[in-house]
């Protein structure tokens, strides 16, 4: 039967770039076509119980006559950010510890990277350069490929029911879009997505959008004395009043940001797009409070402008349900209790599917594939903590929580 690497290898030189232009669901056809290669995939393994659903979104739901179900999901398509679907991608058998070239002009280097030290003695496969690998997130997929094989044929030695989703357009923050609880039908799930299997994520931003827009005044420049109200003007002193200690270039770890993603403007109209987030909520209502103030003192010099602020609440930090109900973070910590397995858990900078399909009410933690440098051609896997994952999947399917 084809292994963890040669799966992976076939999947990734499957370009399933999601696109944030295109306004269809899923927002890109190649998603579709992979999807279709997953349920053949899929039914290989003996398995008839499939729902390729018309948004693109695969279900699976394996019975073992159990009470509650756990459920693992992973996502389809990669970043829009840069070229996918890698055909030559190269495997290091043991890791050395020194740079790795990835073509003429592109290498690994330690010293960009140097948490490439921690992975000496590892498989890995890299780019050739030129594509992102797409480890974000068919290793995620893979290894749920791998853990299914493995349950099929040993369904005695598991406590739950299996429930599988691949989704669509996760990376244009869409994935939970029309993901379906009811299909999924189960009690507790995790998200298998992003980087290192040492650590896992029960904790994200709480996220706001905030658009600004501003109407001046457009006269001739020869008779705008005292009538001009010049809009973009008056977009980038608003700006400037913004603290530059509280933007993303500023801020780390638990602290929260203020970022303008776009800016748009002439004399007559000008548009301010921001994000806002947060891990406290508190602090994210003060960041809408800072913006409000903001448009006071702006108006102060610029009193003839008209400025008009809207906020939309986006995800929320999924940490707040897991205090509530912690059964889902047991399992982890037990399962890499089990597998002698250090883990840590951070506090991601951003947000994941995993908080909306939690706010959903299926609790769902994040746990790594062992993917890093994602959305780019320095993405690379390691197989070892690929391999290293499927074993704690195990674990946390022979486990006793729920
Ligand atoms: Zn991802």
């Known amino acids: 039967m084809e292994d963890l690497v040669l799966r992976f290898i076939r999947y990734i030189a499957i370009d399933t770039q999601s696109s944030e232009e295109s306004g269809t669901h899923p927002s890109s056809n190649s998603q579709i076509e992979f999807g279709n290669v997953l349920v053949n995939d899929l039914k290989e393994l003996g398995i008839t119980n499939i729902i390729h659903d018309e948004f693109g979104y695969i279900y699976v739901f394996i019975d073992n ?32 510890g020194n740079d790795i070239l990835l073509d003429d002009s592109a290498k690994l280097s330690i010293e960009e990277f140097p948490f490439m030290k921690n992975l000496i003695g590892d498989k890995l496969i890299v780019t050739d350069g030129k594509h992102l690998l797409g480890g974000d997130d068919k290793a995620g997929i893979v290894i749920i490929f791998e853990f299914l094989k493995y349950y099929l044929s040993h369904k005695e030695e598991f406590r739950y029911n299996l429930s599988i989703c691949f989704t669509v357009d996760e990376e244009i923050g869409e994935g939970p879009l029309n993901f379906d609880l009811k299909k999924m039908n189960a009690d507790i799930a995790f998200t298998l997505d992003g980087g290192t299997i040492y650590e896992a994520n029960s904790e994200c931003f709480n996220a706001a959008s905030c658009t600004i827009e501003i109407q001046g005044v457009s006269v001739h ?43 748009k403007g002439d004399v007559e109209n000008a548009k301010l797009t921001y994000i806002l987030r947060d891990h406290d909520l508190n602090l994210l209502e003060e960041k809408k409070k800072l913006m409000l103030k903001t448009k006071e003192i702006a108006l102060k010099t610029f009193p003839k402008a008209i400025i008009s602020i809207n906020f939309k609440d986006e995800y929320r930090n999924m940490i ?34 995993g908080a909306t399909i939690t706010e959903m009410g299926l609790p769902c933690p994040n746990l790594g594939v062992g993917d890093f440098n994602p959305h780019g051609k320095f993405e690379f896997v390691s197989v070892t903590q690929m391999e290293k994952m499927v074993e704690i999947i195990k674990e946390i399917f022979k486990g006793t929580i729920l």
């Not at 159990?66 to 389809?76: A, E, F, R, V």
């Not at 008056?234 to 602290?255: F, M, Q, R």
């Not at 707040?320 to 883990?343: E, G, H, T, V, W």
């Open 221 to 263: 420049p020869g008779d705008a004395k005292d009538v001009m109200v010049n809009a973009a003007l008056v977009g980038t002193y608003y700006a400037n009043l913004l603290p530059l200690n509280e933007t993303p270039a500023n801020t780390s770890d638990y602290e929260g940001f203020i970022h303008l993603t776009s800016f």
């Open 65 to 96: 006559n159990k009470d509650k179900t756990i459920g693992l999901i992973s996502h389809m398509d990669t970043a829009p950010d840069f070229v996918g679907g890698i055909k030559e991608p190269k495997i290091i058998e043991n890791y050395d």
């Open 320 to 353: 707040s349900y897991f205090i509530k109900d912690p059964r889902a973070l047991q399992m982890i910590n037990n399962a890499y209790l089990k597998q002698k397995i250090k883990l840590k858990y951070t506090p991601i900078r951003g947000g994941t599917d």
